[in-house]
């Protein structure tokens, strides 16, 4: 049912963690997949930083003049750093609402006349189950995440039909980042790595960590034309640990 041949995608982030599985997911089903991140490399792909919106929009323009439009955009990129909501800083909202907020914006823009020439788009956004419950200690994530999500929903009602948007909200999953935030949980709390994943686990009703993979493969169907009735939701990849609808 996911096919993806002849179609264009970019991927943010596309170089580590869920953006690489993505990216691995998207080509196993047929799709020319274009990666723009800070450390992309290679023929084809594109090195830019989220944040420097001036450069994406060159960047992108040239790519779309060169090589023609794009059918699929996944935004994912990084989150914020972990860290008590009380003690964050504007600077810290800033940063963060710039790169996943106002790239995601300004690539659906870049994106948007090729994908109604295509009379076909797909637009994935990888956020968090944070949408649904915050994650404690990722107070600038659960915001921007938030955001995100409110941002995709209001999208979905103006795109016109042939252009989707949806959300992916991964779960606790096995990647640097996870791995990062468990070190620091285990500093802050006194306790073994160990004892923090599986504080984790005990919440999951799968009883294990997401593969990366998992996630790629739920991106790849929201991209295909399988997926053409599917609009303005976020689907949380995350093994049934969110209690909430």
Known sequence: MIDLKGKRALVC???????????????????????????ASG???????????????????????????????????GGPPSGPLISAQPYDFEKAFLRHVLASQTLVQLL?????????????????TS???????????NTIRGAMASWSKTMSKELPPQITI?????????TERLTELKETLSKQKGISEEEVENSWLSTVPEGRLASPSELGQVVAFLSSPAASFVRGTSIPVDGGRTGSI
């Open 13 to 39: 982030g596309g170089t580590s963690g869920i953006g690489k599985a993505t990216v691995n997911a998207l080509r196993e089903n047929g799709a020319d997949v274009v990666i723009l991140s800070r450390s």
């Open 43 to 77: 023929s084809g792909n594109i090195s830019c930083d989220l944040e420097d919106l001036d450069s994406l929009k060159s960047l992108v323009t040239e790519e779309i003049e060169a090589n023609g439009p794009f059918h699929i955009l996944v935004n994912n990129s």
């Open 112 to 128: 948007f006349e090729g994908m109604k020439s295509l009379n076909y788009g797909r637009i994935v956004n990888i956020i968090s």
């Open 131 to 141: 949408v649904k419950e915050p994650i404690p200690g990722l107070g600038v994530s």
């Open 166 to 174: 949806n959300n992916v909200l991964p779960g606790f999953t096995d």
